[in-house]
């Protein structure tokens, strides 16, 4: 298994709807798990971090599931300026109490009018 | 919050010349800092990871002869591009871990072309 694998995408959904971004992942040691969204040649933005089994900020929901080494994004009433990739993150242990980041190839979304 | 300063955000050079990416941490101490490269829609992959002080460790395949770094002081840390080839040609971002709990910032990149 890769050490972190996204639905491939292109995911084209119209304004308003709900989607869901699932991830997974190989290390079973890792505590901690990231989304980031990355706009067009700009760098990658923290979106949500998950910590245990889920976290909630407005429309967005991660949620973790370590028996299955799966995480998931859920985006509700989906927005035009949602319209990116969204990058299934975990860090690893680099030593000397740094992490070095596993990064997905990214889901790409496109919210249409 | 914690930012990371990296210039230039776009360069254009020949091939066989040396480019230089400076990313500077605002406010904070970067003890260690990760550089990434990324090709058009593939993951950010990561080519080094430098420690102020000390050598930096290159991933595989990345070779350190041709990818210099340079982590001379807690807030800065540079990647050189030596010999330049069009197949350099990449968005190259780097990133510090801002404090506990994986915290981390990234740069805003620097994308190369090499002609």
């Known amino acids: 298994r890769k050490e972190v694998e996204q639905d491939p995408g292109p995911f084209n959904v119209p304004e308003g709807a709900t989607v869901a971004f699932n991830c997974t992942y190989s290390?079973?040691?890792?505590?901690?798990f990231f989304w980031y969204r990355q706009d067009c040649r700009k760098e990658p933005k923290l979106l949500m971090s998950?910590?245990?089994s889920g976290n909630e900020d407005g429309r967005f929901t991660a949620q973790l599931n370590r028996a299955s080494q799966y995480i998931s994004l859920l985006i509700r009433d989906s927005k035009l300026s949602d319209s990116a990739t969204y990058l299934c993150v975990v860090p690893g242990d680099s030593g000397a109490g740094s992490y070095q980041l596993t990064f997905g190839k990214g889901t790409k979304l496109s919210v249409i009018p | 919050g914690a930012v990371v300063s990296q210039h230039p955000s776009r360069v254009i050079c020949k091939s066989g010349t040396s480019v230089k990416i400076e990313c500077r941490s605002l406010?904070?101490?970067?003890?260690?800092m990760f550089w990434y490269r990324q090709f058009p829609k593939q993951s950010l992959m990561l080519m080094a990871t430098?420690?102020?002080?000390?050598?930096?460790?290159?991933e595989q395949g990345v070779e350190k002869d041709k990818f210099l770094i340079n982590h001379a002081s807690l807030t800065l840390s540079t990647l050189t591009v030596t010999s330049a080839h069009p197949e350099d040609s990449s968005f190259y971002i780097c990133?510090?871990?801002?404090?506990?709990?994986?915290?981390?910032?990234f740069g805003s990149g620097t994308r190369l072309t090499v002609v």
């Open positions: 430098s420690n102020e002080g000390s050598k930096a460790t290159y």
């Open positions: 406010d904070f101490q970067a003890t260690t």
């Open positions: 290390n079973s040691a890792s505590q901690s």
């Open positions: 990133s510090a871990q801002t404090g506990e709990n994986y915290g981390y910032t």
């Open positions: 998950v910590y245990s």
